[in-house]
């Protein structure tokens, strides 16, 4: 699996007007795609956490969020076996269906894009199709969250399943929002380089079984 940043899905929907105007050679390929498209489907960058995995042989599923109109923040899983994409939404009735679709659209697109234009080999080239991945918005068993934090459950809803509910546990709700900001934001402090051998007994964040 990969985690992609939102600059991953800002270029993707700002350049995809100008990705679906260039005009493709006789197989399909050859369009004008955001820069910096191979790095990603490499994983070489960030540079500072880069892990050199290819998507679909070495990576299987990606996370990324997803910024809608500089105010509400929507999660999504690509699974790329499946030519499919899980949309996890907190406000659900803040997006119509037809808003959803085309902000899905540069990813449904370009992700399959990627994976025949960047293959190594003609070989891996055939594997894959342009045609256009599906998508579906989740809604049941989804936490709903209240206006504000909006990022802060798309981003859970990225690392349950990353580390491998096949749910979402009944800690994640408004009323642990506070205690679960103040432990994501330990964890960033105690990951970056330079503390990651200082020992914080401040903080017990056990009642959280999201954390094990």
Not at 77 to 83: D, E, H, N, P, Y
Not at 85 to 96: E, F, L, P, Q
Not at 187 to 200: A, K, Q, R, V, W
Request: net charge negative; charged share 20%; aromatic share 14%.
């Amino acid at each position: 699996m990969c985690f992609l940043g939102h600059v991953f899905s800002r270029v993707r929907r700002d350049k995809y007007e100008d990705f679906k105007s260039s005009m493709p050679d006789h197989n399909g390929v050859g369009r004008r795609l955001p820069g910096g498209s191979w790095n990603l489907y490499a994983c070489i960058v960030p540079t500072f956490c880069a892990f050199n995995k290819i998507w679909g042989v070495d990576v299987d599923d990606i996370y990324a969020s997803v910024n809608f109109q500089n105010d509400h923040w929507l999660a999504i899983w690509i699974l790329i076996l499946k030519r499919h994409i899980v949309v996890w939404d907190n406000i659900v009735k803040y997006i119509s269906h037809a808003q959803l679709d085309e902000v899905m659209e540069p990813f449904l697109t370009i992700v399959p894009y990627l994976l025949v234009e960047c293959a190594s080999s003609n070989e891996e080239r055939i594997k894959y199709s342009l045609e256009p991945f599906t998508y579906e918005r989740a809604t049941v068993g989804v936490p709903q969250c209240q206006a504000g934090d909006c990022g802060m459950y798309a981003l859970k809803y990225i690392e349950c399943y990353a580390l491998g509910y096949t749910s979402f546990t009944a800690v994640f709700c408004d009323k642990n929002m506070k205690a679960i900001r103040e432990k994501m934001a330990h964890d960033i402090y105690h990951e970056t380089p330079g503390f990651e051998g200082i020992e914080d007994k401040s903080s017990n964040y056990n009642y959280l079984d999201m954390y094990g």
